[in-house]
């Protein structure tokens, strides 16, 4: 179980990630807003109050009583020489006994993608992961078709595992997704010799 903290701040050389807050909100709505065609076709359909404050307020309780009770990590990508907001990444369904594992969701501002803070923030929550929380597993998926999406899962570490069929209802359709994971103590691929 994640210890009972009510503040997680992950520092990487260019940024920092920790949850959201209610001062977020401005900020947030503006990059959804602006990236709301490039995000829409990957992600699932967005509520008709998606951008509201109310619901921004229902994702700040929700990320504390996530964090407070052991089973999500969601945290805020920032710029750390800005603090600009570039965008999210979610550990989230975190299991614990024989299981000890979690599944990784992200989504990145269109501004702010290909620049490597993706895979950098990826990077940062897969060690956290593995050294503080203590997990065996990370999962990931993502639709066959988004390039960027597996290349920066595969350049982290994250190998193929497979297809689920109607994984998640993405745009308003139940769509396949490639299926990812990330070993704590990955030996595919490796023989016993080496």
């Known amino acids: 179980m ?8 992950i520092e990487t050389d260019r ?3 920790r949850l959201p807050r209610h001062a977020d909100y401005r900020p947030w709505v ?8 490039f995000l829409k076709p990957w992600e699932p359909a967005w509520a008709v109050d998606h951008l509201t404050r109310k619901a921004f307020t ?4 929700w990320a504390q009583r996530a964090l407070s009770q052991g089973n999500a ?16 990444i979610t550990l989230d369904n975190i299991r614990r006994g024989p299981a000890q594992a979690g599944t990784l969701g992200y989504w990145i501002g269109e501004a702010h993608a290909r620049q490597g ?21 990370l999962e990931a998926a ?13 350049k982290t570490g994250f190998k193929y595992e497979g297809v ?10 139940w769509r396949n997704h490639v299926l990812y994971a990330n070993l704590r103590a990955d030996r595919r691929g490796r023989t016993d010799v080496g």
């Open 2 to 9: 994640l210890s009972r903290k009510r503040h997680v701040r």
């Open 15 to 17: 940024l920092s990630l």
């Open 30 to 37: 503006a990059l959804r807003s602006q990236s709301e065609a």
């Open 58 to 61: 229902n994702r700040v309780y």
């Open 73 to 88: 990590v969601p945290l805020f990508i920032h710029r750390r020489a800005d603090e600009v907001l570039l965008g999210a």
């Open 117 to 137: 803070y993706m895979r950098e923030a990826i990077e940062a929550v897969v060690h956290y992961a593995f050294r503080s929380l203590d997990l065996s597993r």
């Open 142 to 154: 993502c639709l066959p078709e988004n390039v960027a999406s597996r290349g920066v899962l595969e």
């Open 164 to 173: 689920a069929q109607s994984y998640l209802q993405i745009n308003g359709r």
